[in-house]
């Protein structure tokens, strides 16, 4: 009678004490449970150690399916949403048809050089490595007596389709775009570029998430000192994981602090991925992103846009134009139209009519902040807002934004006029990130002038252009080629040049070869 009464409190202790236990990794997991991580020659130890690490029986998803092939007790343990069953199928049918006489003294040896029907096929004796395996959509196989299991790689991901990235649409150009399958990325770009010297490392980042990452580069061309720093870099992060993706890893090796302005481009189309590697450039791939990371990167480099490199040298150069007037409005049109609304005497006499017949019920830094939020509200609006009802959202705003609150008296038709310039050239900006950074520095200046006035503009300018100088990319100058100035390299972003004219990579990236174009023999022989 006292036995049984002991049985339920001694059940409730270890559940008490396997609810209590930690650990940073699978290998302390695995060493906890049976005391070494050496994949165990007992099926049914190993199932225990699953139970206690993976949850193999209360997690409807990993499945260890236990048969009897060749004579021999086997157990197939798997994800079952990354199995791929017509693989799988094909490999058990394989093993069960074989007989007894066909198999040898070595059953693992047998099973992995002769008769699984596989390409990808390895054998792993540490069972914290198998299960990391698995976890990551493979399959292993362990079989009764042998200190070692068979790892296949079987595994689907769910996956969309390539299309067209809706931030860097072009008129004319591909229309695929990354996904969030780190294998078809890759590929992708590999479609693009079939050069021999095209690497790509991969590390796993993350305690629990173990992601991962990708480092590409063509080797020949790029700076090997900035690969090593990268890939040390993320080597070297000691961090829970990152579900977030691209974003947590920006932030944990480059982008640390509190500055707004970005130090990696992102790209989502394989086309600028492929070109950037072509010029020596970094690209960093992350499993389950859609987005890639380009380094190191400038300031000028974030203004440009792939429709430049798709119409004719001349258009290209007008589109390009365009577009940095559009950013140059999104930062200093409003802060220079408040500047001679303030001080009047500033104004040139080609400008008179600049400036507000009426005032309005608000100061005016009061109109520009209210329009500012409301700006960014809609944008937030029209991100969670379901397709259907976003042109019924927009026509709201129309209406009490632009209509009622300027009748009302609220705000003047000046201010809604330059902050609805002011916020296409922020949309017209190719880089999403930088336009968020010019959004917050237009703000700052906004409120220098409102206060200090010719001294506010001029001394907030002079700082923005100190940060962007201080601020390095990889121990680059982030205003290059304006700070330090390189006349050519200032040409080429000021003017988009046919393709034989550029004959050199930017020497911003360091590269070990900069030379684009084969030297002319003609050329050679004169």
């Known amino acids: 009678m006292s036995t049984g009464e002991e049985q339920p409190a001694q059940d409730k ?28 020659d007992s099926i049914e130890r190993t199932k225990a150690t699953l139970q206690e690490v993976v949850g193999l029986g209360s997690s409807f998803d990993i499945v260890f399916r236990e048969m009897i092939l060749v004579g021999h007790k086997t157990g197939l343990f798997f994800v079952n949403g990354f199995a791929k069953d017509n693989i799988m199928l094909e490999i ?46 493979m399959s292993a196989l362990f079989i009764d007596g042998e200190q070692a299991a068979i790892v296949m790689d079987t595994r689907t991901f769910p996956v969309r389709s390539p299309e067209e990235p809706s931030i860097e649409r072009v008129v004319r150009g591909a229309r695929d775009g990354f996904t969030e399958t780190l294998l078809s990325n890759i590929a992708l770009v590999r479609r693009r570029v079939r050069d021999p010297g095209l690497k790509a490392d991969l590390v796993q980042v993350g305690r629990r998430t173990r992601t991962d990452v990708c480092i590409a580069y063509i080797d020949d061309i790029v700076d090997k000192v900035q690969v090593d720093s990268i890939r040390e870099k993320i080597k070297g992060l000691d961090i829970e994981g990152l579900p977030l993706a691209d974003k947590q890893l920006e ?61 004719t040298a001349f258009m290209g150069t007008y589109l390009r134009w365009v577009r940095f007037i559009g950013i140059f409005a999104s930062m200093f049109l409003l802060p220079l139209w408040m500047l001679m609304v303030i ?18 019920k608000i100061p005016l830094i009061a109109q520009f902040l209210l329009i500012e939020f409301g700006v960014d509200l809609l944008r937030l609006a029209a991100v969670h ?5 976003a042109s019924a959202m927009g026509l709201i705003a129309a209406i009490l934004v632009g209509d009622i609150a300027v009748k009302s008296g609220l705000f003047i038709n000046e201010v809604v006029l330059y902050m609805a310039v002011a916020a296409i050239g922020m949309f017209a900006t190719p880089s999403y990130e930088l336009g968020l950074a010019n959004r917050l520095i237009r703000l700052v200046l906004l409120a220098a002038v409102a206060i200090f006035k010719v001294q506010g503009f001029v001394v907030g300018t002079t700082l923005l252009i100190l940060l962007l100088t201080l601020h390095r990319s990889y121990n680059s100058s982030y205003l290059w ?37 084969a030297p002319n023999p003609d050329n050679n022989e004169q």
């Open 385 to 389: 807002t379901p397709t259907p009802l």
């Open 251 to 311: 932030e944990a090796i480059i982008n640390k602090g509190w500055h707004p302005y970005p130090l990696v481009r992102y790209s989502e189309r394989p086309d600028v991925v492929a070109a950037h590697l072509l010029e020596g450039r970094v690209a960093v791939f992350v499993d389950t992103s859609p987005s890639v990371m380009l380094m190191p990167t400038t300031f000028f480099d974030l203004c440009q846009h792939a429709e430049e490199n798709r119409q």
């Open 343 to 360: 001080d009047p005497g500033l104004r040139p006499p080609f400008l008179d009519f600049i400036g507000p017949h009426e005032q309005g």
């Open 481 to 517: 080629p304006f700070i330090p100035f390189n006349t050519k390299a200032m040409a080429g972003f000021l003017f988009r040049f046919p393709v034989l004219e550029t004959k050199k990579r930017p020497s911003f990236n360091k590269t070990r070869d900069n030379t684009r174009m």
């Open 92 to 137: 058990l049918k394989r093993l069960t048809y074989l007989s007894a006489d066909q198999l040898s003294t070595d059953a693992l040896r047998s099973f992995f050089q002769c008769y699984i029907p596989h390409i990808q096929v390895e054998v792993d004796k540490k069972l914290s490595s198998t299960i990391n395996k698995v976890l990551m959509g």
């Open 13 to 40: 202790s270890l559940e008490k004490k396997q609810e209590a236990e930690s650990s940073d990794s699978v290998e302390e997991s695995v060493i906890y449970w049976q005391q070494t991580d050496d994949v165990s």
